[in-house]
């Protein structure tokens, strides 16, 4: 194949990675986080071609260099909107991924609140046993795919 295929096919892939990216990105800020698994596939496929052809210029730096001037500047602009959307999508990933958490922590507080103290020492000098009448249970179910 010659370099100036190689590094098309190498935009096209960015080019749709970028597409990819920025639709999940969207979804996350959007909090449509249920239909972000139809977007995984895709997006790994293309990530490791991604890798692979960017591995592969960087073995060959004469590649690059064997190209023209219009196909240089395309690639310089793909890759530029490539980190672009990268570094948002990075953004939208972590926020989602602080708001996940602050949810499972109140959840796991509101549980703990509760939760009757276990263990105490009685007036007595005996271990107290909690009134099971006032503790009531809480059934808690967490979605770990996140």
Known sequence: MDST??????????????TVIREETRLLESFQTNRLGS???????LATA?????????????????????????????????????????????????ANEFVIRAIADAVAAQRPATGAYSRAGTVATPNRTTATPVSVAL????
């Open 50 to 98: 991604y890798v692979d052809l960017i591995h592969e210029m960087r073995r060959e730096p004469e590649v690059l260099a064997a190209i023209d001037k219009a196909v240089r500047d395309e690639l310089a602009d793909i890759l530029t909107q490539f980190n672009e959307a990268a570094t948002a999508n990075e953004r939208a990933l972590n926020a989602a991924r602080t």
């Open 5 to 18: 295929a190689r590094m098309r096919d190498l935009i096209a892939v960015a080019g749709r990675l970028i």
């Open 39 to 45: 977007l995984q596939d895709e997006k790994r496929r």
């Open 143 to 146: 979605d770990a795919r996140f």
